[in-house]
């Protein structure tokens, strides 16, 4: 062994001992319940996880102003117009929370859309569905926001404080939402016409199958879960979140007045929960895959949304150069007390004077 390498022993070995400390103490805060926050020291793969996590929330959220938001124009009344106007708005700024919670794990923001833009990064599947009447709003308002909501409330306690935080008021905003989409339905099945009747039933039968997926695979088949669920990053199990949802779901189409399009859909008192048939999980990954019926256009939809939108950030780059250029350069260092800059300070004189 050269000089060189003989040096170079004790520093790696004292590196990788270091390190190893670190790793039980974080170990130990995880297995004590205790938040991390973004200055603390992680493992890189959790700060990885936390990121693509993260992100892939953020971008669901942005690409989920989609498929309502071109209803806006054909709402039915002014109030539901309006109502879906600030739903939208809404989901626009839940992904700005959640871009400014993985921006603290390193990643910048530009980094994070470029990966949307090119397809890398993933969302939501439910979100390459389309909408075809304006029953499909109310049944997501129901369901797809339903769903998250199911996901998202355990995430207020996740491991990651800056991702917690943020989703404290994302799950508040998204409880509005499926109340909303759940009072539209109602009023379409309580006093529309049966064609409207017929059409909320045909948008839930569509819906349905696609919000169970949105739990994401078995906890059998979850790559990330297992790892998710040890983190404290995750604290329900995909399986358990579908089960409780489903629970919960039974219960408000028998209000509603329609039927759920699951034939195997029965109570089990020994398990005292609700037995429910098979999801096509080869379905699940095709869309995942970038091959539902709507990926393509979705994607299309971001890339000419940012295309168009250069105007906008150049402007406002140039805006934050002509100010940085106009803003009065500061010293370096402060000058002793009473020199050139204090001249015509209040109290100068009066204090050189006493």
Known sequence: MTTQAMDLAPKEEHAALEEADLQQRFDARI??????????????????TLVRQISQHAHSEIVGMLPEGHWITRAPTLKRKAI?????????????YLYAAAETLGTSRDQMTAALLSGQAK???IFNYPTLSWADVGTIGWLVDGAAIMNQVPLTRCSYAPYARAMVRVCREESFHQRQGFESLLTMMQQGTAAQREMVQDAVNRWWWPSLMMFGPPDAESPHSAQS??????RISNDALRQKF????????????????????KWNAERGAHDFGAIDW???QRVVAGDGPCNRERLAARNTAWEDGAWVRDAAMAHAR??????????????????ASDLGRP????????
């Not at 926050?37 to 700060?47: F, L, Q, S």
């Not at 669920?229 to 995750?234: A, C, E, V």
């Open 322 to 339: 002509k100010r940085e250029n106009l803003a009065p350069k500061m010293p370096a260092t402060s000058p002793p007390r009473g020199g």
């Open 282 to 284: 080869s379905e699940f």
């Open 31 to 48: 297995d004590a319940g205790d938040f991390i926050e973004a200055k603390d020291w992680m493992p890189e793969h959790y700060r990885k």
């Open 246 to 265: 489903i629970d919960a779901c039974v219960e408000q189409a028998a209000v509603l007045g329609v039927s759920l399009p699951d034939p195997a859909l």
């Open 84 to 96: 879906l106007l600030a739903k939208v708005q809404d989901e626009g700024g839940h992904g700005l």
């Open 229 to 234: 669920m040890r983190w404290g990053i995750k």
């Open 347 to 354: 109290g100068v004189e009066r204090q050189e004077a006493a």
């Open 123 to 125: 969302y939501s599947s």
